[in-house]
Antibody, heavy 118, light 108 residues
Framework: QVQLQESGPGLVKASETLSLICTVSGGFISDYYWSWIRQTPGKGLEWIGYVYYTGSTYYNPSLKGRVTISVDTSKNQFSLELSSVTAADTAVYFC????????????WGQGTLVTVYS | EIVLTQSPGILSLSPGERATLSCRASQSVSNSYLAWYQQKPGQAPRLLIYDAFSRATGIPDRFSGSGFGTDFTLTITGLEPEDFAVYYCQQYGNSPFTFGPGTKVDIK
């Protein structure tokens, strides 16, 4: 059974770049889409974007060009970068696997809290 | 962007009762690409239902989904103690993919 684990700093200074990595174990990253999703008490669950194992991506337009998602198949990892962060980016960030032939999420990491401070 | 509205916000029920949760979309969800998730405190959401009515792997048959277009329903027949949680719907028929605000099912 595939497992996902997020890693990265829990504190990020405002205006800087948030960077997280998701490590996939128990399965290969190939042949799937992989997403980042965040959750806040105020806005709820928000899909950030996905990357295919080939490297193709699609992002939520609400994040206005601040997002980059990439994949490293040799390490079975994919990553998230969110630039110019503000307090509104404080959230629990989840990585997830898209279910085959759809964009709902059948496996999730445990989530990691990222707090933006000034 | 499709906006999802869930009702009720909180549903107070007793174990053994039937729970009926609603998810309404601001426009028709293509191909009924609607999923339901369960989330417990401190945990990630867990996929229960996809494509409006298909149960995900390992999900008990007391969970069922129905609906099409803009109106969808999650039914839990005979609540078990472990079913008290927050439930979210998500549409993936149109990008960006969006989630509803959730329905909390708590113990009466």
């Amino acid at each position: 059974q595939v497992q996902l684990q997020e890693s990265g700093p829990g504190l990020v200074k405002a205006s800087e770049t948030l960077s997280l990595i998701c490590t996939v174990s128990g399965g290969f990253i190939s042949d799937y889409y992989w997403s980042w999703i965040r959750q806040t008490p105020g806005k709820g669950l928000e899909w950030i974007g996905y990357v295919y194992y080939t490297g193709s991506t699609y992002y939520n337009p609400s994040l206005k060009g601040r997002v980059t998602i990439s994949v490293d198949t040799s390490k079975n990892q994919f990553s998230l970068e969110l630039s110019s962060v503000t307090a509104a980016d404080t959230a629990v960030y989840f990585c997830a696997r898209d279910r085959p032939s759809s964009n709902c999420f059948d496996s999730w990491g445990q989530g990691t809290l990222v707090t933006v401070y000034s | 962007e499709i906006v999802l509205t869930q009702s009720p916000g909180i549903l107070s029920l007793s174990p053994g009762e039937r729970a009926t949760l609603s998810c309404r979309a601001s426009q028709s969800v293509s191909n009924s690409y609607l999923a339901w998730y369960q989330q417990k405190p401190g945990q990630a959401p867990r996929l229960l239902i996809y494509d409006a009515f298909s149960r995900a792997t390992g999900i008990p048959d007391r969970f069922s989904g129905s609906g099409f277009g803009t109106d969808f329903t999650l039914t839990i027949t005979g609540l078990e103690p472990e079913d008290f949680a927050v439930y979210y719907c998500q549409q993936y028929g149109n990008s960006p993919f969006t989630f509803g605000p959730g329905t909390k099912v708590d113990i009466k």
